[in-house]
């Protein structure tokens, strides 16, 4: 039998993966990334040819296989779709020793 648990934050995180906050940064991105590539229509190899990236590179990246994809790469993929980009540092948190790292679309 399957055990199915409910959790409020990332399945990467309720896995207990190492990398989770990594991974669910880039499982937002790529699902935008998607999102804007649906919405345009394009072909995927018209999509890889504008974000430089190879079509099988980017069908792996848009079902989730992140390996060999970096944050930066994907940052890019967004600029080079259109989108602004902006990277915000907020002040010290006081109550934890860790940070962490949100991916807001405006």
């Known amino acids: 039998?399957?055990?199915?648990?409910?959790?409020t934050g990332s399945v990467y995180g309720a896995l207990g993966m190492a990398?989770?906050?990594?991974?669910?940064?880039?499982a937002q991105l790529a699902i935008k990334i998607g999102e804007i590539i649906k919405v345009r229509k394009?072909?995927?190899q018209e999509?890889?040819?504008?974000?430089?990236?190879?079509?099988?590179k980017l069908s792996k990246m848009l079902r989730g296989q992140f390996r060999g994809i970096n944050e930066a790469?994907?940052?890019d993929c967004l600029t080079r779709?259109?989108?602004?980009v902006q990277i915000v540092i907020g002040p010290a948190r006081?109550?934890?020793?860790?940070?962490?790292v949100a991916v807001v679309f405006a």
């Open 19 to 26: 990398n989770a906050e990594e991974m669910f940064v880039k």
């Open 1 to 7: 039998m399957i055990e199915i648990k409910e959790t």
């Open 94 to 100: 006081h109550a934890v020793s860790t940070g962490r």
């Open 47 to 56: 999509a890889a040819d504008v974000l430089g990236l190879t079509q099988p």
């Open 42 to 44: 394009w072909t995927p």
């Open 81 to 84: 779709l259109g989108r602004d």
């Open 73 to 75: 790469k994907m940052l």
